[in-house]
Every structure is written in structure tokens, then in C-alpha cells.
């Protein structure tokens, strides 16, 4: 049955949305879940994070960068076309508590797909300090939304046209090195969770990160995206995508998603050379 789409936006440089109609999603979706979507009946699966709902109105909201086949054809469709699939929600739902002072940190469209962690962290009395990283001033988006679920934001980008110029974990060191933080939630390119998750380790922080791997079933038949995490295997669409940032075998991942090396490697080139420029 085809999901109509209700609202399709663009968000900034190569970033779209889409509101499309999904009630069942919608009335069972939570913070932390992601959808598994086809367009047409030749179209591959491809993984979405669940940005928003309304279980009232029966929409789910979408965040997506146009980085291949899929995401590029997305990004041309209106309101009033359909998607031809949707699965979901699938995944573990963030776990939410009260931890006291959490910093939520969001890379690239990483932003969209933390901000209903950061809003469920907020509305469960937690001091919530959001970092928002990106290339460029027009890849921050949400910063008016994630202003709503945060005490505070802190912006940063690699050329400084927005906020202090540089990377995340920057802002994460700044706020780090004040103490008090008890959690931290990092959501991006798998590069920048990996140094995330370096940064935080030796104040002993615990740290979650949303892991980015290939996914074709989402329902943990067909083994693609496993990964190793403290020592065993993990499926990321079952048993995940969150984990802890500590114990992911980050060389095994970024080695898995090297089927697709140019934009991991493109990541890992910018977030390598912001931090020297960041270092002088
Ligand atoms: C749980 C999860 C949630 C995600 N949420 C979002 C989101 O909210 N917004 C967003 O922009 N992106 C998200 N992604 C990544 C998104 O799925 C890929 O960008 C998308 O599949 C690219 O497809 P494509 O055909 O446009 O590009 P392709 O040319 O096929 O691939 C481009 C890049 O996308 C990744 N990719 C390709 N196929 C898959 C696949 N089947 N599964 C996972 N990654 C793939 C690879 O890293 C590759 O480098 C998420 C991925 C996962 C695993
Ligand atoms: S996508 Fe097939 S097992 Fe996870």
C-alpha cells in the first residue's frame, strides 16, 4: 500500500524532508527508531531515521541527505506522490531517564536524527546541552527545533561561517572539561562518532552512538550489517542502531562500510583537516 507524502521541504544544500501519511508508525514510533523505506517496486531498501510524529495526525517526518540513487530521487518528489513501501518502526528505542546533564551531539543530518532523543531527554528532566556540527552554516538545520528541546546550544563548523569554528568534538572537550556531564548522546558519520567516543573515554563518560551501517532486511535475517560491539556480534537494526560508543569495533565498521568508501573517506579527510586547522 503506497504512503502518500503530505509536505516535502528542503531543509538546506543537498538535505530534504518529507511528511508522509503512516498512522501505525506513527501511534508506535519512539525516540531512536528508524523506518525502512522502497519508492517504486524496482527501488532498493534504504534506512531513514524516525525525526519526528504525530500519532494524533498519523504523519512521520523524515530528514534525508541526497547522497546516492535513492536519497537524489527522494529528494524530486512532491507532496501528493507516494512512497511504494514503509517498514517500521524498527529498532531499539532509546533508552530514556533521568541522568542529569547530557550533551546531545549531532553531525551533518545526524542533527535531525537526534533531535526526538534530545526532546525525549528533556521532557524527562534532564539538563540537555545539544553541539551541532557541520560543514557549513547552511548544513545546520533544525537549529530552531533543537533550540526548543535544549538548555543550550553550541554550534560549530569546519570553515566557521556559523558558531566557533571547527569540529564537535571541540565543543564536547569545552563542556567536558567543566565536569558534570553524565551522558552523551553522539549521532553522525561513523568518522566523527568514532572520535566522539575517543574524546569522551578518558573522563569515563558513558557514551551512545547511532550506528550507520548497510542495511537491506532491517530485521535481522540477512546479516548485513553486523557489527562487533564489546566483543560480539551485533546486528545494528535489531539489537541496535544505538550502542555504546566505547565498545564498537570502529575499524571493523568503517572497513564493513567501505563497499561505499567515498563518503566515509570524504568525512574522514574534512574531520582530519578541520582538526589541524582547529589545532593552530
Ligand atoms: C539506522 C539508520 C538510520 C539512518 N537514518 C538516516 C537519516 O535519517 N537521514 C539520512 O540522510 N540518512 C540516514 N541513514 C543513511 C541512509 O540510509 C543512506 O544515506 C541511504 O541508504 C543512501 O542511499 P542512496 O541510494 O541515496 O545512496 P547510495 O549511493 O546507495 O549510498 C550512499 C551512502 O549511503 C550509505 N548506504 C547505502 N545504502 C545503504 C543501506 N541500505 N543502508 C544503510 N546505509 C546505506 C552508504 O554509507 C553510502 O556511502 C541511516 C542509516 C541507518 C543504518
Ligand atoms: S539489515 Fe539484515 S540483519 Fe540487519
Redesign the pocket.
Known sequence: MPFGILEAKRLGERIGSVRVEAPLIASNARAGQ?VILRLDERG??????L?DWSADEGWIF???????????HLGTLKAGDALQDLVGPL?VPSEIDRYGKVLCVGGG?GI??IHPICRALKEAGNEVVSILGARSAELIILEEEMGLVSDRVIITTDDGSKGHKGVVTWAMEEELKRGGVDLVVAIGPAVMMKFASAVTRPYGVPTRV???????DGTGMCGT?RCEVGGETRF??VHG?EFDGHEVDWGLLLER?SA?R???EESLKRYLSSTETAAH
Open positions: 528508524f532498493e531498501r534504504i534506512p531513514l531515521t525525526c523524515l530528514v534525508f541527505q541526497e547522497v546516492g540513487k535513492t536519497t537524489r529498532g543530518v535531525a536524527a547511532s550506528l550507520n551501517s548497510i542495511m537491506l550489517c545494528a537494526c542502531p562500510l561505499y567515498e563518503e566515509e
